[in-house]
């Protein structure tokens, strides 16, 4: 748990830290001031002063910061960042998402290179990716102790290819074809979606209302592209996970007004605690499952912070854009209390998510 938790605190650092150099050079690039860059958050333990910026490492172990002179609209004169340019605030502000999507890409195009330009991705709704070649597999999630599925070799990640040489399509068919045959034997074709083994394996079903298999049943869309795609793998599947978390976001939300519940959405937010418990997961899958979690965290922070959210770097676009449109500034007061009060709202948000992290995943992190 220690290892996962140092992990978590220098992926979420080097995440953030990235995010605040974006801010940090293009702030250098339009002249405007930057008056300090941390490491970690304050209080500081160390810094110095080189050249205008105060460079500091903080004592709470957790991401970084940037301090740009005018960035509150709380200072004046050339250097300041209130008297650039619509362009030039813009660029500055959406620099850290720009870093944080551009490590996304790196990674996805390493990660997809070395698994031949192929991905997994769970299938938690019926969704089609816009870019690539995409099959959806009934697939294992999980192993129930002295089941056929355990004795059978049955494992985790095990895509389901045929059944008596019949191809499976859907988690819903697999699961009445296991009805149908309790007490029989059958034949299971599969492939593990991790080492790619593939098996045929000869299992005796039981007669049980616990299941026949024994085994968890769900989705996997397998991802594969082709040619020229392969080229531009990095964007194109930043771009396809991209369209996946807005549609998922969509489905949850609408999920949720159906139901007239907000647990849809509820529980499939997650927050910092969340993100330690996948990592501690992770960790068991290997070095390229870790990658790949760094990747799919860079993402969701870009995402979260281009949302026109008050204090995150999308909402503060909007009032640049207001200014352009408009050509004068914002009410400055109401700037700064629209911004103070999404900042409590996030926070308070964020504390929610934490408490609801830690119930649903207390069993994996007390492990």
Known sequence: MILAII??????????????????????????????????????????????????????????????????????????????????KAFVLLSGVGVNFLIAIILFYILLGVNGFTTYQSQIFDYQFPIGEQTVYPAISYIAENSPAQLAGLEAHDLILSVNNEQVKTAEEFVKLMSVNQGNEIVLSTINAQTKEEKNLDIALRVSDKGALGAGITEISELKYYGISRIFVGPLHTVNMTHLTFSALGHLISSSLEQGSIDPLADNLTGPVGILAFTKLTLEGGVWQLFYLIAAISLALAILNILPIPAVDGGRVVFV???????????????????????????????????????????????
């Not at 930057?34 to 810094?47: A, C, N, S, T």
């Open 321 to 367: 854009i207001y200014e352009a449109i408009f050509k004068k500034k914002f009410p400055q007061k109401i700037e700064y209390w629209i911004n103070v009060g999404g900042f409590y709202v996030l926070l308070l948000l964020f504390f929610l998510i934490t408490i609801k992290d830690i119930i649903q995943f207390k069993d994996i992190l007390i492990k």
């Open 7 to 88: 992990i978590f605190i220098l992926i979420f650092s080097f995440l953030v830290l990235g995010h605040e150099l974006g801010h940090f050079l293009a702030a250098r690039k339009v002249g405007a001031k930057v008056e300090e860059f941390g490491l970690f958050l304050p209080p500081r333990i160390w810094g110095k002063k080189i050249g205008e910026t105060i460079y500091s490492i903080n004592w709470i172990p957790f991401g970084g910061f940037v301090k740009i002179l005018g960035e509150n609209r709380d200072g004046e004169g050339p250097r300041s960042l209130s008297s650039k340019t619509p362009l030039q």
